[in-house]
């Protein structure tokens, strides 16, 4: 191969007087240095002349040099500049054709022009000087194109998402218009309601004095009624205990004829032949069902047997501050959650979180019975007055009736939505009444086992149930009230405030009602005057569980969470002895005799008090 080396100063237009300009038109092989032709290369003086080495000469020449190096310094910057920033320098037309042919995918015509090609340079006939570059012009249009295509590209990008946009904020105005007319008819409504509101407040308020006179004269007969129904109960008690003293004095056949002449007595008392008639608004019956009686209560009613009047006869007379603990019963493995006395042998009924019941001999602490069936714990226990039978409340939601001679289930009720605290039984032994945590109480029907009614009022967890008479009911709930219902019409008779706290607990004796909440405190209420309470003991500041009357009216017990139990003498109406105990104490009863004072703990263990 040959080559030609050219080295040479010019002053053509737009170079640099003095420089060297190179050229490299191929590569020389090292053994053709001695057949290789060189071109003498003749320096050109640009220096002044010695002659015209004036100041004048000297800055019009620098002034023709710099106006030659100008021009052609800023020519290229014309296309420096391209979109993305600096353009790339022009391209070789044989780099523009080989770049061709190889896109095109020629690579037989680029074989044959890159033969040619170095032919012609080995040869000498190729002048490289006629070689230019690519015109500006053909990159310009190749990047055009590009960008017109992107261009393109976003047109479209743009016209689809114009078009969805506009279905969209159709979509939009159609909703809008949609709303607007709606927002106008409720308006319209809203207006018409609000008329309606103001006509019937106006007529409210026309019918209120008439509501609340037939309200008050209501409340008044029915205090009356609950007074006659406790006073004819008194008597019906000591009919009974002076029959019973005539029965032990008479001999075997005067005591037969004198028991027969006062269960005469007694029927002509209940006057059986004539059927009174229901009140208006009570609860339908149906075939199968069991009635209210009427001016009835038995021996074991609470009230019976509380009622006693306070005198040197009662049996087991026990002084207040008199209770020492006698002996302990290990009765559960975890909290004892009630207890219920037996209504006429020494015996006590208990319930735990270990979801058992258990009956327990007195004062001795034999196991009697025990039972287990509920699927969460125990909270509340009481006893059938027939003394066979045995209810129990839990976190299931449900009521349960045991054989006590068998220990096994007899009638499960359900039918609250939430856990169940407590049951009472009605003295006739036909009904059980139960509390819950979803603010119902619940009168169950033990022969036709439904539920004959629902008594709703309470905003709160109701947490103690208690018939009173031969068809009132006392509840005491969360929502810081006490109520009494008529349990055959299922409606409430009176709400009794004054507590500040949740109530736990809620218990009657002849005419006082008892009360504790969850601040300790403890009121005793006449039944003749629910106003205020007669009577505020504080026990505080931790809450009082349960409250229980022994069975002559003279003693009150508490159950208090901060482990004692207080017993209030009601004659003076103060604490007359605090008995301790190791852990929080959950309930209290007493005995029937009234000799024993019991009381139940989150230990587990049962108290008994003498």
């Known amino acids: 191969m040959t080559a030609d080396l050219t080295m040479a100063t010019s002053r053509k237009q737009g170079s640099i007087p003095g420089s060297f300009h190179l050229r490299f038109t191929e590569f020389i092989p090292p053994e053709s240095d001695e057949t290789f032709q060189y071109e003498e290369v003749i320096e050109e003086d640009s220096s002044v002349p010695e002659e015209e080495e004036d100041l004048e000469a000297t800055v019009l020449a620098v002034k023709q040099h710099s106006d030659v190096i100008q021009p052609a310094a800023t020519q290229p910057a014309r296309n420096t500049k391209t979109r993305a920033g600096v353009c790339p320098p022009p391209e070789a037309v044989e780099d523009y054709l080989r770049n061709f042919l190889l896109k095109m995918g020629m690579t037989k015509t680029l074989d044959c022009f890159q033969t040619e090609w170095n032919e012609m340079l080995q ?31 976003e047109r479209d990008e743009y016209r689809s998402t114009a078009s969805a946009t506009a279905e969209t904020l159709t979509g939009l105005q159609k909703a809008r218009d949609f709303h607007r007319m709606h927002h106008k008819r409720v308006l319209q409504e809203k207006n018409r309601l609000i008329e ?323 601040s300790g405190v403890v009121m005793l209420w006449d039944v003749r005057n629910l106003a205020a309470p007669s009577v505020v003991v504080e026990t505080g500041p931790r809450p009082s569980n349960q409250v229980a009357f022994d069975p002559w009216g003279r003693m009150l017990a508490v159950a208090g969470e901060d482990g004692s139990a207080r017993v209030v003498d009601l004659s003076t109406n103060q604490v007359a002895g605090v008995l301790r105990h190791d852990d929080a104490v959950q309930s209290v009863t007493f005995d029937p005799t009234g000799a024993y004072l019991l009381s139940g703990a989150s230990d587990g263990q049962i108290y008994v008090w003498s």
């Open 196 to 518: 309606d509101m103001k006509k019937l407040k106006a007529q409210c308020g026309r019918y209120e004095p008439a509501v609340r006179q037939i309200s008050e004269q209501y409340q008044s007969v029915f205090r009356q009624k609950m007074l006659v129904s406790l006073e004819r109960d008194k008597a019906l008690a000591q009919v009974q205990r002076l029959q019973a003293t005539l029965h032990n004095m008479e001999p075997s056949e005067g005591g037969q004829s004198l028991d027969q002449g006062a269960r005469q007595a007694r029927c002509k008392t209940k006057n059986p032949s004539k059927k009174t008639p229901e009140p208006s608004g009570s609860v339908k019956h149906v075939a199968g069902d069991s009635k209210f009686p009427v001016g009835r209560r038995g021996t074991n009613s609470p009230l019976s047997m509380k009622g006693w009047p306070m005198d040197s006869h009662a049996p087991n007379k026990a002084k207040a501050d008199g209770f020492q603990l006698r002996s302990t019963i290990k009765a559960h493995s975890r909290p004892i959650s009630c207890l219920a006395r037996h209504p006429s042998r020494c015996a006590v009924a208990s319930s735990s979180d270990d979801r058992m019941w258990k009956l327990w001999g007195l004062p001795a602490g034999d196991l009697g019975a025990s039972g287990e069936g509920h699927t969460d714990w125990l909270s509340g226990v009481g006893f059938h007055p027939d003394e066979t039978k045995l209810g129990t409340t839990g976190g299931d939601g449900s009521v349960r009736i045991w054989d006590l001679a068998r220990g096994q289930l007899v009638l499960s009720l359900r039918g609250h939505s939430a856990a169940t605290w407590r049951c009472c039984f009605h003295s006739c032994g036909d009904f059980v009444a139960s509390c819950s945590m979803d603010t119902t109480i619940k009168v169950w029907d033990l022969q036709s086992e439904r539920c004959r009614s629902t008594l709703r009022g309470h905003r709160g967890s109701v947490n103690s149930v208690e018939f009173l008479g031969s068809s009132g009911l006392l509840s005491a709930s969360a929502d810081k009230t006490l109520r009494l219902w008529d349990a055959r019409t299922a409606l409430c008779c009176q709400t009794v405030r004054g507590h500040s706290s949740s109530l736990n607990a809620a218990a009657a004796a002849a005419c006082s009602i008892a009360s504790c909440d969850s």
């Open 123 to 153: 040869k000498g006939l190729l002048n490289t000087e006629l070689v230019g570059v690519v015109a500006d012009v053909y990159a310009q249009n190749h990047r055009l194109d590009s960008e017109l295509t992107s261009v393109h590209r």
